[in-house]
């Protein structure tokens, strides 16, 4: 297990210095002059100062939660690419009670937005988990669909101004609506300029994406009910034959990946800095939860990480327009993150070579 957890972190630790070395190359390219100031940036932004270090957390909650999705379902056998579609239909759930539950105690009122923004997630990951359970229709398949309707129906919803009492095609949530701070804010603030001081918009949604990550790893490695799920995802005969009821974990494992997707959802929309819009575009926080869940090599504490870190890099990304195109800052974020989907090459690959260094120490 100490060489499984050092090769664990090697892994990471390869794929990402490869990936900085790539996207300095292509800074290099672009701008000699401008790119050892803006890599700099990028590399030091989340630890210049408290503001952005809350920032960096606070972009961190969704993704962590896109990434716990993704890797719950990948440790069950299951590769949940419909995490996007589980976030949009959470956010839309959750921003819906928002506006529309006013009567409602403001903390009772947050907490049923929470709940049944995971629920709505977990109903729409059943779906590709009903179909690969009864029909074998691959999950991936399906989930790229479940995306694309969920996309669209977000859209639809959203026009609706019955539903929303909203104008311009577009919702955000009254402030009394949105996550508590707990004090967050003070703690998490920097003095921008002589007299003006500026703080992180962090939140409560932070500590329930922790949470969370804590117990998704204690249902995976605690439980009775992880160890079906991860023999399944094993091996799915040999659990059938063991008597594990193979259709049910499939659902199961879907339901939880996209609750956790949903989840992710509310916590973006109820920290009042972004809005619902109706539109065509998919959002990112799916696709990014991909690769922190293969840069966390899919334990949920990694993730929690793996989620800062790629939070750190967006951030540290943004601060450097000044001097690059957004097109080649979107490509150097975009490098770095995909050789992050080949830590488990890496570690395929350090595992041999390390693992004969280890034979080779207990032969002398």
Same mark, same amino acid.
């Given at each position: 297990?100490?060489?499984?957890?050092?090769?664990?972190?090697?892994?990471?630790?390869?794929?990402?210095?490869?990936?900085?070395? %790539?996207?300095?190359?292509?800074? !290099?390219?672009?701008?000699?002059?401008?790119?050892?100031?803006?890599?700099?940036?990028?590399?030091?932004?989340?630890?210049?100062?408290?503001?952005?270090?809350?920032? #960096?957390?606070?972009?961190?909650?969704?993704?962590?939660?896109?990434?716990?999705?993704?890797?719950?379902?990948?440790?069950?056998?299951?590769?949940?690419? /419909?995490?996007?579609?589980?976030?949009?239909?959470?956010? !839309?759930?959750?921003?819906?009670?928002?506006?529309?539950?006013?009567?409602?105690?403001?903390?009772?009122?947050?907490?049923?937005?929470?709940?049944?923004?995971?629920?709505?997630?977990?109903?729409?990951?059943?779906?590709?988990?009903?179909?690969?359970?009864?029909?074998?229709?691959?999950? %991936?398949?399906?989930?790229?669909?479940?995306?694309?309707?969920?996309?669209?129906? #977000?859209?639809?919803?959203?026009?609706?101004?019955?539903?929303?009492?909203?104008?311009?095609?577009?919702?955000?949530?009254?402030?009394?609506?949105?996550?508590?701070?707990?004090?967050?804010?003070?703690?998490?603030?920097?003095?921008?300029?002589?007299?003006?001081?500026?703080?992180?918009?962090?939140?409560?949604?932070?500590?329930?994406?922790?949470?969370?990550?804590?117990?998704?790893?204690?249902?995976?490695?605690?439980?009775?009910?992880?160890?079906?799920?991860?023999?399944?995802?094993?091996?799915?005969?040999?659990?059938?034959?063991?008597?594990?009821?193979?259709?049910?974990?499939?659902?199961?494992?879907?339901?939880?990946?996209?609750?956790?997707? /949903?989840? /992710?959802?509310? !916590?973006?929309?109820?920290?009042?800095?972004?809005?619902?819009?109706?539109?065509?575009?998919?959002?990112?926080?799916?696709?990014?939860?991909?690769?922190?869940?293969?840069?966390?090599?899919?334990?949920?504490?990694?993730?929690?990480?793996?989620?800062?870190?790629?939070?750190?890099?967006?951030?540290?990304?943004?601060?450097?327009?000044?001097?690059?195109?957004?097109?080649?800052?979107?490509? %150097?974020?975009?490098?770095?993150?995909?050789?992050?989907?080949?830590?488990?090459?890496?570690?395929?690959?350090?595992?041999?070579?390390?693992?004969?260094?280890?034979?080779?120490?207990?032969?002398?």
């Amino acid at each position: 297990m100490k060489r499984d957890s050092i090769m664990s972190f090697l892994s990471s630790l390869v794929v990402l210095v490869i990936g900085l070395f %790539v996207g300095f190359l292509i800074l !290099l390219f672009s701008n000699p002059g401008a790119a050892a100031g803006a890599f700099s940036t990028i590399l030091t932004f989340g630890f210049s100062s408290m503001r952005n270090i809350g920032d #960096v957390l606070h972009g961190a909650t969704p993704i962590i939660m896109t990434g716990l999705s993704v890797a719950f379902a990948f440790k069950t056998g299951l590769f949940n690419i /419909g995490a996007t579609g589980q976030f949009a239909f959470g956010g !839309l759930v959750a921003i819906l009670i928002g506006l529309n539950f006013q009567g409602m105690p403001d903390g009772l009122r947050i907490l049923f937005a929470l709940v049944a923004a995971t629920a709505a997630g977990a109903a729409w990951g059943a779906i590709p988990g009903l179909l690969k359970a009864y029909r074998n229709v691959h999950e %991936v398949i399906s989930c790229i669909m479940t995306n694309y309707i969920g996309m669209f129906l #977000v859209g639809y919803f959203v026009e609706q101004h019955a539903f929303f009492a909203i104008e311009n095609r577009s919702a955000s949530l009254p402030t009394n609506s949105n996550l508590p701070t707990l004090g967050l804010d003070r703690v998490f603030q920097s003095e921008i300029l002589p007299g003006l001081i500026r703080s992180s918009d962090i939140n409560a949604g932070f500590f329930i994406a922790i949470f969370m990550a804590i117990v998704i790893y204690l249902i995976l490695n605690k439980t009775t009910f992880g160890y079906e799920l991860k023999a399944c995802g094993f091996n799915r005969d040999a659990a059938k034959y063991a008597g594990i009821n193979e259709n049910r974990n499939i659902v199961a494992a879907m339901m939880i990946s996209g609750a956790l997707a /949903g989840l /992710g959802g509310a !916590l973006l929309y109820l920290s009042g800095t972004v809005h619902i819009a109706a539109g065509n575009n998919l959002l990112p926080y799916g696709f990014t939860g991909i690769s922190v869940a293969f840069l966390g090599l899919s334990n949920p504490i990694g993730i929690i990480f793996s989620g800062a870190l790629v939070s750190h890099l967006f951030l540290g990304g943004a601060r450097i327009q000044l001097n690059f195109p957004i097109e080649i800052v979107e490509i %150097v974020i975009s490098i770095i993150i995909y050789f992050c989907a080949f830590v488990f090459l890496v570690k395929t690959f350090l595992g041999k070579h390390i693992g004969k260094l280890f034979k080779g120490g207990e032969k002398s």
